[in-house]
Nanobody, 123 residues
Framework: QVQLVESGGGLVQTGGSLRLLCAVSGGTFTSYALGWFRQVPGKERDFVAAITWSGTNTYYADSVKGRFTISRDNAGNTVHLEMRSLKPEDTAVYYC????????????????WGQGTQVTVSS
């Protein structure tokens, strides 16, 4: 049973940066494609970014392209989300997701979840 633990969230001003980390355990790390989603209260969880098993290919929501970068460390069993030029609309709880068989670039493809980390961008 894979376990995902997010960290790195916090409060940042508009235009600032944050780096989220998701530590993955309980399985073979390279067996999982990984992704990040975010959710605000009262709304559906939205796709943010995803990365393939080897890290060769990445996928992004249009709203974060050019500002966010997903990467993975297959030696350290972690996946990162580097967030730059943050905007108030990026405020959300950010969740790490995993799937052995498909890249989790849609909500229905996210099989395993972490507990989330809060990101708040002040204006």
């Amino acid at each position: 049973q894979v376990q995902l633990v997010e960290s790195g969230g916090g409060l940042v001003q508009t235009g600032g940066s944050l780096r989220l980390l998701c530590a993955v355990s309980g399985g073979t790390f390279t067996s999982y494609a990984l992704g990040w989603f975010r959710q605000v209260p009262g709304k559906e969880r939205d796709f943010v970014a995803a990365i393939t098993w080897s890290g060769t290919n990445t996928y992004y929501a249009d709203s974060v392209k050019g500002r966010f970068t997903i990467s993975r460390d297959n030696a350290g069993n972690t996946v990162h989300l580097e967030m730059r030029s943050l905007k108030p609309e990026d405020t959300a709880v950010y969740y790490c997701a995993a799937n052995e068989w498909s890249v989790p670039n849609e909500l229905r493809l996210a099989v395993s979840w972490g507990q989330g980390t809060q990101v708040t961008v002040s204006s």
